[in-house]
């Protein structure tokens, strides 16, 4: 398991966020956020798309359609045509956050400007095009389907009129990296990931370490994705992994008795980090200090509970941290029977009877893919500053051993540091650890 | 803790062989494994020419006992024989009940984009010629399971870490053309910082299917021209009109020196600095002056602590299209300009052999400076029969040669402005 290098107490090379933005089903900002997970609304709506009909998945949490336009209108228009919705909102919620990181920040020269994204699976080749395309090649009487289906379809892929050419662009995952870097300068160092979930602690750790060795002066991370593809939809619903929406908005039930699976979702996150001496030379306010991340495969069958614990167990060691002076954990929660009932034996082999309270954001969101990790480091500044955990939204009948889930009332207590958990699709577990930051 | 690190394993699967010393005893050769090619079933796909696996020796290579012949992403089959190679040969092979768990090995690699199948696309669409979950639930059996419908596209990275059980960190990069060396590089990153003893780094990809190559031809990335038949890839030539597509994997064995000299493992050569850079400029067209190039190599060679004088030989990312090559030169020229040494370099471009294996395509010709600089040969260009006169550097045209190669670089540019290069010395103690 990699873990970061423990920073000692208040340090200029301690790594701190100091600006955030977000892009979610929840609206635009971090105090969107807030106030709809504080409340318990969640943000999951009918699932709608302009090309698809389905009775089989019902709910979706969705991007508001203003808050998609405001993101449209955010790139710049010479850079539409290559990019997709989801890494439309990403670029948004990239510029939100480095306006939240003050003026200052501008002065960063470009070349010393990190970009670390992490991206889902992208949403090209959509049905979308491809019908678009197929309809097209269709109204050709010379190709007829059944007959030369590979014919028709190579007509229809092949054809610059109906296809659009910045396709396998818009296809390739790097393509929040490239409109970022593009839209708001950035030369630095970079990667861009792909691993559900996993692809923001892989973004987080690869910047805070270029940080710490100084390859560059600040580093923006960003999660970005959107699980609104149908056949990416279909293979989840194949999975068994989703709610069969009987409850509405209400239909992901995190570690409940009742769950019957989660609700997916689309969104970006953006932090800016910096190191804590830069950003206070400058007047930033730090608002989180980044402790490490850990990612790590769990598609091993050797792989139990207690070797998974060892990640997040080692992550608080590092930093002088124990279950019992952790402030709060954030779990992942996705809903499904499965994935909540690992993350429940983790939580117990991690925590035992530690009594740190156990809360998950996901009924409000849904799942995010890759945007998710950074949603929940998005809250820790309003954790910081209300000293409360808002409750697991719908949880009435939590796992009876042990954990303690909060539920009903937000847990009244003094938090100084938040370790998240995440587990994705596939078969990655990890996790982030973040605490309250100095100021002077 | 800052610790050196070292190359003690290599795999390779292309069109060149199905073994790194096939792959590398072809380079040095100046074999080509560009050949005329089609799309099954589309006799006038505009695109003609490729540098595909060959099939049926992969098969028989492999028989069914690797369980390679199971139902799986081309990509993904690759990059899984391509990893067993490095791990035995690094000796590290943890296949399933082969050995006990490593418990510092972590996994870094590079993919492109998932290979969909037109008919798994067709079959999402009901009868009014609309997509319908209904009808492809209703189809869900012709659906294969080992497609791109339930491919994500980090199966590669939790693929190998499940075969081989290594249970590191695991981080799966998507970085266009760049991949597989932001993958090596942010590995050799990790290992040199002391976060892990070693990693399986590299890359995989295969694009030679109909959306993703329909898609690049769209696009105007492939050549079309018939001109030169399967000489068709003439990076820095005149005459270059595009890429040329390839598919395949390699993977290296990064490991930290500490730990190989404990293990008496065989060490190929350090890899001694890495550096990335993003152009800001254009999605599909590189800097004019090459300014994030030659940025991506000065933060390489400043990462090895390693002079520009040192350098002996680059391997160029050198795809064959118009703007790369004399772009990557004048790039070459800023970064190596001090004392003329840019005159003294000897540049190599292996896409003229292997073509362009895409998202991979960092790691095999990593592979091939590594080995340049332990066996002292600098594979050739081929093609190079008309040189462009912005493209003026020593290209080792159409045969290898033999010189001393301390210290190389080699470089891989994506799609989006995306830079990365790593510097490669010969290892001594």
């Known amino acids: 398991m990699s873990t970061d290098i423990p920073t000692t107490n208040p340090s200029d090379d301690a790594i701190v966020v100091t600006g955030i933005g977000a892009v979610l089903p929840t609206g635009r900002g971090p105090q969107a956020l807030w106030s709809a997970w504080r409340e318990a609304q969640p943000a999951l709506s009918p699932y709608r798309d302009p090309y698809v009909r389905t009775r089989k998945i019902t709910h979706f949490g969705h991007v508001p359609d203003e808050l998609q336009q405001q993101s449209r209108e955010s790139v710049p228009h010479k850079l539409r045509k290559f990019g997709t919705p989801f890494t439309f909102n990403a670029v948004l919620a990239a510029q939100d956050a480095m306006d939240a990181a003050g003026e200052g920040w501008q002065s960063i020269p470009?070349?010393?400007?990190?970009?670390?994204?992490?991206?889902?699976?992208?949403?090209?080749?959509?049905?979308?095009?491809?019908?678009?395309?197929?309809?097209?090649?269709?109204?050709?009487?010379?190709?007829?389907?059944?007959?030369?289906?590979?014919?028709?379809?190579?007509?229809?892929?092949?054809?610059?009129?109906?296809?659009?050419?910045?396709?396998?662009?818009?296809?390739?995952?790097?393509?929040?990296?490239?409109?970022?870097?593009?839209?708001?300068?950035?030369?630095?160092?970079?990667?861009?990931?792909?691993?559900?979930?996993?692809?923001?602690?892989?973004?987080?750790?690869?910047?805070?370490?270029?940080?710490?060795?100084?390859?560059?002066?600040?580093?923006?991370?960003?999660?970005?994705?959107?699980?609104?593809?149908?056949?990416?939809?279909?293979?989840?619903?194949?999975?068994?992994?989703?709610?069969?929406?009987?409850?509405?908005?209400?239909?992901?039930?995190?570690?409940?008795?009742?769950?019957?699976?989660?609700?997916?979702?689309?969104?970006?996150?953006?932090?800016?980090?910096?190191?804590?001496?830069?950003?206070?030379?400058?007047?930033?306010?730090?608002?989180?200090?980044?402790?490490?991340?850990?990612?790590?495969?769990?598609?091993?069958?050797?792989?139990?509970?207690?070797?998974?614990?060892?990640?997040?167990?080692?992550?608080?060691?590092?930093?002088?941290?124990?279950?019992?002076?952790?402030?709060?954990?954030?779990?992942?929660?996705?809903?499904?029977?499965?994935?909540?009932?690992?993350?429940?034996?983790?939580?117990?082999?991690?925590?035992?009877?530690?009594?740190?309270?156990?809360?998950?954001?996901?009924?409000?969101?849904?799942?995010?893919?890759?945007?998710?990790?950074?949603?929940?480091?998005?809250?820790?500044?309003?954790?910081?500053?209300?000293?409360?955990?808002?409750?697991?939204?719908?949880?009435?009948?939590?796992?009876?051993?042990?954990?303690?889930?909060?539920?009903?009332?937000?847990?009244?207590?003094?938090?100084?540091?938040?370790?998240?958990?995440?587990s994705t699709f596939n078969g990655f577990a990890g996790a982030a650890l973040v605490q309250r930051p100095h100021t002077p | 803790m800052t610790r050196r690190v070292v190359v003690t394993g290599l795999g390779a699967v292309c069109g060149l062989g199905l073994d790194w010393q096939t792959m590398w005893e072809g380079l040095c050769e100046g074999r080509s494994a560009i050949r005329a090619w089609q799309l099954p079933g589309i006799e006038d796909f505009p695109v003609r020419y490729a540098a595909p696996v060959d099939d049926e020796a992969f098969a028989l290579r492999h028989g069914v006992d690797d369980g390679l012949d199971r139902p799986m992403e081309r990509r993904m089959r690759f990059g899984l024989a391509a990893a067993g190679q490095a791990l035995a040969d690094a000796g590290l092979d943890t296949a399933a009940g082969a050995g006990r768990p490593v418990g510092r090995v972590g996994t870094a690699v590079g993919s492109g984009v998932p290979e969909r199948d037109p008919y798994e696309l067709l079959a999402a669409f009901g009868e009014d010629g609309r997509p319908s979950w209904q009808a492809l639930y209703a189809r869900r059996a012709e659906l294969d399971r080992a497609g791109g419908l339930f491919c994500t596209n980090d199966a590669l990275a939790t693929g190998?870490?499940?075969?081989?059980?290594?249970?590191?960190?695991?981080?799966?990069?998507?970085?266009?053309?760049?991949?597989?060396?932001?993958?090596?590089?942010?590995?050799?990153?990790?290992?040199?910082?002391?976060?892990?003893?070693?990693?399986?780094?590299?890359?995989?990809?295969?694009?030679?299917?109909?959306?993703?190559?329909?898609?690049?031809?769209?696009?105007?990335?492939?050549?079309?021209?018939?001109?030169?038949?399967?000489?068709?890839?003439?990076?820095?030539?005149?005459?270059?009109?595009?890429?040329?597509?390839?598919?395949?994997?390699?993977?290296?064995?990064?490991?930290?020196?500490?730990?190989?000299?404990?293990?008496?493992?065989?060490?190929?050569?350090?890899?001694?600095?890495?550096?990335?850079?993003?152009?800001?400029?254009?999605?599909?067209?590189?800097?004019?002056?090459?300014?994030?190039?030659?940025?991506?190599?000065?933060?390489?060679?400043?990462?090895?602590?390693?002079?520009?004088?040192?350098v002996d030989s680059v391997n160029a990312h050198g795809t064959s299209t118009p703007l790369n090559d004399p772009i990557e030169t004048r790039a070459i020229k800023d970064v190596f300009a001090g004392g003329g040494r840019y005159r003294k370099l000897a540049v190599t471009a292996n896409k003229t052999m292997l073509g362009h294996l895409i998202a991979a395509a960092g790691a095999p010709e990593l592979i091939a400076t590594v080995l340049s600089v332990r066996d002292g040969i600098v594979p050739p260009t081929l093609n190079l029969e008309n040189p462009d006169p912005a493209c003026d550097l020593d290209y080792v045209p159409d045969k290898a040669r033999h010189q001393e190669v301390s210290v190389a670089v080699s470089n891989s540019f994506g799609f989006g402005g995306l830079n990365a290069s790593l510097v490669v010395r010969g290892y001594e103690h």
Not at chain 1, 225 to 252: D, I, M, T, V, W
Not at chain 1, 307 to 312: R, V
Not at chain 1, 385 to 404: N, S, V
């Open chain 1, 110 to 422: 470009e070349e010393r400007r990190g970009l670390y994204v992490a991206q889902d699976d992208s949403t090209e080749l959509s049905a979308a095009a491809f019908h678009k395309a197929l309809d097209k090649a269709r109204s050709d009487p010379s190709a007829q389907a059944g007959v030369d289906l590979q014919r028709l379809v190579a007509e229809a892929f092949g054809n610059a009129a109906t296809f659009n050419p910045f396709t396998v662009i818009r296809a390739l995952n790097n393509n929040t990296l490239a409109l970022i870097s593009i839209a708001q300068r950035f030369r630095g160092d970079c990667a861009a990931f792909v691993q559900d979930a996993g692809a923001a602690l892989g973004a987080l750790q690869r910047a805070a370490f270029t940080l710490r060795q100084g390859l560059c002066d600040t580093a923006l991370v960003v999660g970005a994705g959107s699980f609104n593809e149908p056949l990416k939809l279909a293979a989840q619903y194949r999975a068994g992994h989703l709610s069969a929406g009987g409850r509405g908005g209400a239909a992901l039930r995190s570690f409940d008795a009742e769950r019957d699976g989660t609700v997916l979702a689309e969104g970006a996150v953006a932090l800016v980090l910096e190191r804590a001496g830069d950003a206070a030379r400058r007047g930033a306010r730090p608002l989180v200090e980044i402790l490490g991340a850990a990612l790590r495969p769990a598609v091993d069958s050797g792989i139990g509970p207690s070797t998974l614990a060892e990640g997040p167990r080692g992550l608080l060691a590092a930093h002088g941290l124990t279950p019992d002076t952790l402030g709060a954990v954030l779990a992942d929660g996705k809903g499904t029977v499965h994935h909540d009932a690992a993350e429940a034996e983790l939580l117990r082999a991690l925590l035992k009877d530690s009594g740190v309270p156990v809360a998950s954001l996901r009924p409000v969101t849904g799942t995010l893919g890759a945007a998710g990790p950074l949603a929940e480091l998005a809250l820790a500044p309003a954790l910081f500053e209300a000293d409360e955990l808002p409750p697991i939204a719908h949880l009435r009948t939590p796992p009876d051993d042990g954990t303690d889930f909060v539920m009903g009332t937000p847990r009244k207590r003094r938090i100084d540091s938040v370790l998240s958990l995440h």
């Open chain 2, 160 to 310: 190998i870490a499940a075969r081989h059980r290594l249970r590191g960190p695991a981080l799966n990069f998507s970085t266009a053309c760049a991949g597989a060396t932001h993958a090596i590089g942010h590995g050799f990153r990790m290992i040199r910082r002391g976060e892990v003893d070693a990693m399986l780094v590299g890359g995989a990809d295969s694009v030679l299917n109909l959306p993703t190559m329909t898609g690049l031809h769209l696009l105007g990335a492939p050549s079309t021209s018939e001109l030169f038949g399967d000489r068709l890839c003439r990076a820095f030539d005149r005459d270059r009109s595009g890429l040329v597509a390839a598919e395949g994997a390699a993977m290296l064995v990064l490991e930290s020196e500490e730990s190989a000299r404990r293990r008496g493992a065989e060490i190929y050569a350090e890899v001694a600095g890495f550096g990335s850079s993003l152009d800001a400029y254009q999605v599909t067209a590189p800097h004019p002056e090459g300014k994030g190039a030659a940025l991506a190599m000065s933060r390489a060679l400043a990462d090895g602590a390693v002079e520009p004088d040192e």
